[in-house]
């Protein structure tokens, strides 16, 4: 090992000695580098190579030839390209990616890494090889199949050998998506190029068009004929067996005269050129692209959202019009299938406008599509047409506040079809709460009007077990029947509780009644709506005693009620909720509510020490095992009040209770409360 270690430094001492020479490096900095070097070489023929290694010594060599690149423009020094150190270190580094990727084959970030240092420094010759490897190993890997494609394709100019590595690898993975849409993209963009080549050479898109071409535009024909497809070679499979029996032909004639004979030649020339035009034809109207679609979708005829997203990629290219009408109108009959069908004038509207969202006249008439297609569809389809209306509608007003939903869309379009699918009873949950965010913003409506749907919704996302959703739209139910009649709002509670089944859904229902007692500064209704909060929240605490969620929303619930009945009634009253909760519930309360009551009472202008120490006494009996932060706010205050004797007992009962007391002394000692003693 010591020896080919040696030995491949040996070989960059030509290199070595005209960094010296040259004035970029120093002896000193060149022995630093060698001992390097050779550190690396060494770690790279250990028994076990670490891919780290490879990188590490990659990142140096990388870093060494900026460093030789700055000097040199600094110091405006000039080599011939020739010049040992011109080439060592791109040599050096790209043998050093050469022995990485032999022994990390299915890495491909490392392969990515290589064909990305090899773009960079032109080394064309390498980057071909190191794809070939690449996919030897990784045959399966649609990202090398495609990154090679677009390599040949960008930049060699050479769409054959495009299509073959794209074709190769459909071969070995033929369920692989990405490898289909860039075969397709490939062929949209060559065929693009031929058109604008055409275009910019002045000659017509149809070849056909010109029966008289020149004899560049009939070879310019042949040329891109040859590239299309199957059907190109049977083609000229026809032309050889026309030429056949015109040869046939010509023997049991008698040659006329030399005019008759050169009309016979024209016409001969003109027929091979109108078959290399029809070929050429062909091509230009995208038929190497239906073929390549048509083959993918064969491959995933179920897959419409994949079908949709091909559609999506030949959408780009605007000559390609025709195709796109003919793969919408292939998608078949599902529900997937009809709902892309109602949504092609936003997609259009995006691909011709490159806007980010589809608006005005594109909305308007994707609804109207989907209005047509909902009355003819029926049961479940109709469901899931539905819901695919209010994917939608909803992602076309994700980005827009609740008041410019009114502006960007028609609305009262939209509730009416939300409104006509829930009375044939077969509305989704999306649908649904598309209607109550729609209904929010439709001026049309009445305050009855919306209530009814709020209600619908609510009962009907009730029903369907989603109780998030159905609790959001009993919120707006409630507040919609508050702007007329306050008091009716909290039998909207009443019912919509009875309703949702989730207990987390029910106590933030029944919160949410609390806010909206407390904004109509109704003291008895903020009395009721607390209690029925309460009681929900002890009894999810109780039936999920596992989840300490649960439990911390119960706690919070209480601490909120503590902090409002002292703002309106006083101390008296807001000791008098905690202790009545610390008295009847069922749910031993931890830390962070006891410390919320202890906050609390230590905000009264007289502290009330006995109050104080009776809580810190619960605390540290129910978690003083476990938590230290019981004791250090005991701690806290007696250092407070000046109670040394209370102090270091104190201190020596936490060491005795707690099981691991080492973080309770780190934190007493950072916060200067320890035990003197």
């Not at 004035?23 to 060494?42: H, M, N, T």
């Not at 994949?306 to 959408?315: E, G, K, N, P």
């Not at 009959?333 to 589809?358: I, L, M, N």
Request: charged fraction near 30%; aromatic fraction near 8%.
């Amino acid at each position: 090992m010591a020896d080919a270690v040696r030995g491949q430094i040996e070989q960059q001492i030509p290199e070595l000695h005209d960094l010296v020479a040259s004035g970029i490096f120093d002896e000193a900095e060149v022995k630093r580098i060698v001992s390097k070097r050779l550190k690396f070489e060494y770690a790279l023929r250990r028994r076990r190579t670490r891919k780290k290694d490879f990188i590490s010594y990659l990142e140096y060599e990388l870093n060494c030839e900026k460093l030789r690149l700055h000097r040199k423009e600094k110091r405006k020094i000039m080599k011939k390209k020739s010049a040992p150190s011109e080439l060592g270190g791109q040599k050096r580094v790209l043998f050093i990616f050469q022995r990485a990727v032999q022994k990390f084959k299915g890495d491909l970030r490392l392969w990515n890494d290589y064909f990305d240092f090899c773009e960079r420094t032109g080394s064309h010759k390498v980057l071909g090889r190191a794809f070939a490897e690449a996919l030897r190993f990784n045959p399966l890997s649609a990202e090398l199949w495609v990154r090679a494609a677009a390599w040949e394709f960008n930049g060699n100019n050479n769409i054959k050998a495009a299509r073959i590595l794209l074709q190769r690898g459909l071969r070995l993975a033929p369920d692989s998506k990405k490898l289909w849409t860039e075969y397709l993209r490939l062929e949209l963009l060559y065929l693009n190029k031929i058109h604008q080549r055409r275009a910019l050479l002045g000659l017509p898109i149809s070849a056909s068009s010109r029966a008289s071409g020149t004899s560049m535009e009939v070879d310019d024909s042949k040329e891109h004929a040859e590239d299309v497809s199957d059907d190109d070679d049977e083609d000229s499979d026809e032309d050889e067996d026309e030429e056949a029996s015109e040869s046939r032909l010509s023997r049991g004639v008698k040659l006329g005269t030399l005019a008759e004979e050169e009309n016979v030649v024209k016409e001969s020339d003109q027929g091979k050129a109108a078959v290399a035009a029809s070929g050429m034809d062909r091509f230009l109207e995208g038929d190497v692209v239906r073929e390549v679609y048509k083959a993918a979708v064969a491959q995933f005829p179920d897959d419409v959202d994949f079908q949709v997203s091909l559609i999506d990629v030949i959408r780009i290219f605007s000559r390609m019009r025709h195709l796109v009408n003919e793969a919408y109108a292939n998608l078949g009959d599902s529900a997937v299938a009809v709902a892309a069908r109602c949504v092609r004038p936003a997609r259009d509207f995006e691909a011709v406008d490159g806007a980010s969202g589809a608006a005005g006249a594109a909305v308007a008439a994707v609804i109207s599509n989907f209005s047509s297609a909902l009355e003819e569809a029926e049961g479940l389809f109709r469901m899931e047409l539905g819901e695919m209306f209010a994917e939608f509608v909803v992602a076309a007003v994700e980005n827009l506040s609740q008041p410019d939903i009114g502006k960007a869309l028609p609305v009262d379009a939209i509730e009416e079809l939300c409104r006509r699918v829930h009375v044939d009873e077969t509305a989704g949950s999306q649908l649904y709460a598309l209607w109550c965010r729609v209904a929010t913003v439709t001026p049309s409506l009445l305050h009855s009007a919306r209530a009814e749907v709020y209600e619908a919704a609510t009962r009907a996302l009730a029903v369907r077990g989603l109780s998030g959703d159905a609790a959001d739209a009993a919120m707006m139910w409630a507040a919609e029947v508050a702007s007329e009649n306050a008091e009716a709002a909290d039998e909207v509670y009443f019912v919509a509780t009875e309703l949702i089944e989730d207990d987390t859904e029910r106590v933030r229902l029944l919160e949410h009644r609390v806010d909206f007692c407390i904004g109509r500064r109704d003291n008895a209704a903020v009395n009721t709506a607390f209690d029925a909060a309460v009681q929900a929240a002890t009894a999810a605490a109780w039936a999920h005693r596992a989840n300490p969620e649960h439990e911390g929303a119960l706690c919070t619930l209480i601490v909120r009620r503590i902090q409002w009945t002292w703002a309106r009634s006083g101390v008296g009253a807001a000791r008098k909720v905690y202790n009545d909760f610390l008295r009847s519930t069922p749910i031993q309360p931890g830390w962070a509510f006891l410390e919320s009551v202890i906050d609390f009472e230590a905000m009264q202008p007289e502290l009330d020490l006995a109050r104080i120490r009776g809580l810190l006494e619960k605390a540290v009996t129910e978690s003083g095992e476990d938590d230290h932060g019981p004791w250090l706010r005991f701690l806290e205050l007696e250092a407070s009040v000046g109670e040394v004797g209370r102090l270091g007992q104190l201190y020596d009962r936490a060491l005795r209770s707690l099981r691991n007391p080492v973080p309770f002394i780190s934190a007493a000692r950072l916060r200067q409360i320890e035990h003197a003693s």
